[in-house]
């Protein structure tokens, strides 16, 4: 299928046995009609094993004890995988960490921030508003075209070129915020806490993370070229779909608020390296866009400020 994709897409490769936050760990995974229909063509070998740990009415893999995918091995590879190809890994397990976007334009991808090896490239790389077209499989093979005339596209890049206007990186910001008319600090940050405390978390430990929020735009120096490429990503995958101005507006709430979530954290724990960073990203992806009722809260707020 035809995607348009930032250029950084074509760097990624799963880093399989040396991720050290394995999405084939902890995740149910449902699996679609498509590959349903292929597994029961596999009566052999690991075949058999395959249709045995599939469970469920909405059939999925069946999870170990310590939550890893069944067909894990203990080097952190998927046998399905090592046996009979990528072409027969479920939609879920074969587009992840990609997601897909339909636009005016046509279907765009991305790379997930929640995904380690995707974070470190996207926290990485300035070519985020280079687009390039690429022939790749994906999920939803049919690209539905919005009903629509609001092209995303053209406020995506006005964005983009705030972001890499000659000016202090709050100054940008504040750019955005006025051009768009949305700020995150139109909440107090003692209501954002409130908020954030009130999501749901898959790592408990998390939630008291995020307790250090802060709308303020003063921001750690040495990560501001991290922040800006996460708030290039937050709009790139949230605000690309928006069929409408005001859609487009609650999105870009939503994506400065994740930039000034990441900004807090970056402060209060001394992320000191790209490392560190990266993974605090990852973080704020897993737990907050990578669920869609947390989301959803967040840009709740941004319809009434
Ligand atoms: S999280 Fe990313 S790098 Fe890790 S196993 Fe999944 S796709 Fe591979």
Not at 33 to 60: A, C, F, Q, W
Not at 186 to 200: F, I, N, Q, R, T
Not at 223 to 244: K, M, P, T
Request: glycine residues 4%.
């Amino acid at each position: 299928m035809k995607l348009s994709v930032p250029a950084y897409y074509k760097s990624f490769k799963c880093i399989a046995d040396r991720c050290r936050h394995s999405c084939c760990v902890g995740w149910e995974i449902d699996i679609d009609s498509v590959t349903m229909k292929k597994y029961r063509t596999l009566s052999d070998g690991y075949g058999k094993n395959i249709l045995e740990s599939i469970e469920g009415d909405e059939p999925h893999f069946r999870l170990c004890e310590d939550e890893r995918c069944t067909h894990l091995d203990e080097r952190g590879l998927c046998r399905i995988i090592s046996c009979f190809g990528d072409e027969y890994l479920c939609h879920i397990c074969r587009a992840h960490p990609r997601f897909y976007n339909d636009t005016v334009r046509g279907k765009e991808a991305g790379l997930g921030l929640s995904c380690e090896e995707a974070a470190r490239i996207i926290l990485s790389r300035d070519d985020y508003d280079k687009m390039i077209g690429i022939d790749e499989f994906c999920p939803q093979d049919e690209w539905e075209c919005p009903d629509t005339d609001f092209d995303a596209a053209v406020h995506r890049e006005r964005i983009y070129s705030i972001l890499s206007a000659d000016a202090p990186y709050p100054k940008r910001l504040s750019y955005i915020c006025d051009e768009f008319k949305v700020s995150p600090a139109a909440l107090p940050g003692e209501e954002w806490c409130e908020v954030l405390s009130s999501l749901e978390y898959l790592n408990e430990e998390h939630r008291r993370l995020f307790f250090c929020y802060s709308s303020d735009l003063e921001t750690p120096e040495k990560a501001e070229d991290y922040l800006r490429r996460a708030l290039s990503y937050f709009v790139y995958r949230h605000c690309s779909g928006a069929g409408s101005e005001e859609k487009f507006r609650i999105s870009l709430g939503f994506s400065l608020f994740c930039e000034r979530l990441l900004s807090s954290m970056v402060r209060e724990y001394k992320a000191d390296t790209f490392e560190k960073i990266c993974e605090l990203a990852r973080v704020i992806s897993e737990e907050i866009e990578y669920s869609e009722d947390n989301t959803e809260s967040i840009k709740d707020i941004f319809y009434f400020v």
